[in-house]
């Protein structure tokens, strides 16, 4: 539904350089953030992942009213794609750091694997449990924020409104 307003929105032409510009940021984006700004890239996505999660898991509290239910909701569905995006640059960075970046375009496009799934394998077949335990933790964070983002979203977009409309009767 969403995806048919915005081709609609943008026409076919827009739509393909959305399509060539999403192709290349997944294409080169691991090269950006292991080569040119991989310190940079760690602290700006860890911060703000940091942050809106607190600020969502704070903004719980207003599930108290229902018309506010929308602002948590939302901010936890933010928390897990910040999670999630912090995620995948600690991926980037310790697939990059231990097997090179080789292995990772190998990992995403000729194994399918992505690099989330390669970073996992790679601190389990190192025996680096600190970081495992950090890495499905953040992972398992990411994952309730998002879900639980979107369920709440998900029910107050299906929660029946009040009857406005007044019965004449007989």
Not at 110 to 120: E, M, S, T, Y
Request: glycine share 10%; aromatic share 14%.
């Amino acid at each position: 539904m969403v995806v048919k307003r915005i081709t609609e929105a943008l026409g076919s032409g827009a739509m393909t350089l959305l399509g060539f510009a999403i192709f290349f940021g997944v294409f080169f984006a691991p090269a950006i953030v292991f080569y040119a700004v991989p310190d940079l890239a760690y602290e700006w996505t860890l911060r703000a992942a940091v942050w809106v999660t607190a600020v969502a898991l704070l903004s719980l509290i207003l599930m108290i009213w229902r018309t506010a239910r929308i602002i948590p909701g939302a901010l936890l569905l933010l928390a897990g794609a910040l999670d999630m995006l912090f995620l995948w640059v600690w991926s980037v960075l310790i697939v990059g750091g231990s097997w090179g970046i080789v292995a990772l375009y190998i990992a995403n496009f000729f194994v399918g694997i992505g690099a989330v799934v390669a970073a996992f394998l790679q601190l389990l077949f190192s025996f680096h449990w600190d970081l495992l335990w950090q890495f499905v933790l953040t992972f398992v964070v990411s994952s309730i924020c998002g879900i639980g983002g979107g369920a709440i979203l998900g029910h107050e977009s299906e929660t029946p409104k009040a009857n406005t409309t007044v019965d004449a009767g007989p």
